[in-house]
């Protein structure tokens, strides 16, 4: 099972808006309602963002948004703040293995 | 408050095993299913395998068949993971992490991570 398809890198200026992409098969993030994204500190553990698609956890920014058309789900993070800046990871559920993450996508606020 | 506090760092010689606990608290251990999740240095995340608490099943990544054992010991909330047959490319930090309830693939609270070192 091959990784998702994330894009290396992503940047961005305070306030705007950034999409990150994360393709996958129609055995996977095509398949499932079960897409979720992490966010990543450099030094820190991850940190679920999405769940389900679409989801917010509790105490998760309504900045943060996620969407799924076909085999590609995205994130979107509105107003974009310096405390973004990390590395996000999309994951998906498969029809052989329970989860599969992206290669990940590191994102710079310039 | 769920916490999940995981074994200090090892240092291990090729060919060795290591194992890794990972002790909760702050929510009922069958509950939720526990992954465990590797990351090399620069590198991203992967999913290893993950066990269900309640009955012991298990499930692993096709990568780590037959060198990755996980369980689950219901009476001291804590789950384990054992990597055998360690080279230089098991180096990495191992995070267990705790799944999303009623989903097997989604995780929403992580442990700090153990760093393993494989070397001569």
């Known amino acids: 099972q091959s990784a998702l398809t994330q894009p290396a890198s992503v940047s961005g200026s305070p306030g705007q808006s950034i999409t990150i992409s994360c393709t996958g098969t129609?055995?996977?993030?095509?398949?499932?309602?079960?897409v979720s994204w992490y966010q990543q500190h450099p030094g820190e553990a991850p940190k679920l963002m999405i769940y389900?698609?679409?989801n917010r956890p509790s105490g998760i920014s309504s900045r943060f948004s996620g969407s799924k058309s076909g085999n590609t789900a995205s994130l979107t993070i509105s107003g974009l703040q310096t405390e973004d800046e990390a590395d996000y990871y999309c994951a998906s559920y498969t029809s052989s293995v329970p989860v599969i993450f992206g290669g990940g996508t590191k994102l710079t606020v310039l | 408050e769920v916490q999940l506090i995981q074994s200090g760092a090892e240092v291990k010689k090729p060919g060795a095993t290591v194992k890794i606990s990972c002790k909760v608290s702050?929510?009922?251990?069958?509950?939720?299913?526990m992954h465990w999740v590797q990351q090399a240095p620069g590198k991203g995340l992967e999913w290893m395998g993950l066990?269900?608490?309640?009955?012991?099943?298990?499930i692993y990544a096709e990568k780590f068949q037959g060198r990755l054992t996980i369980d689950a010991d219901t009476s001291a909330d804590t789950a384990y993971m054992e990597l055998n047959s360690l080279r230089s490319e098991d180096t990495a930090v191992y995070f267990c992490?705790?799944?999303?309830?009623?989903?097997?693939?989604?995780?929403?609270?992580w442990g700090h991570g153990t760093l393993v070192t494989v070397s001569s």
């Open positions: 389900e698609v679409t």
């Open positions: 066990v269900d608490p309640e009955d012991g099943e298990t």
């Open positions: 992490a705790r799944g999303v309830y009623g989903s097997s693939s989604e995780i929403d609270s």
């Open positions: 129609s055995s996977d993030v095509g398949g499932y309602k079960y």
């Open positions: 702050g929510y009922t251990f069958t509950d939720h299913y």
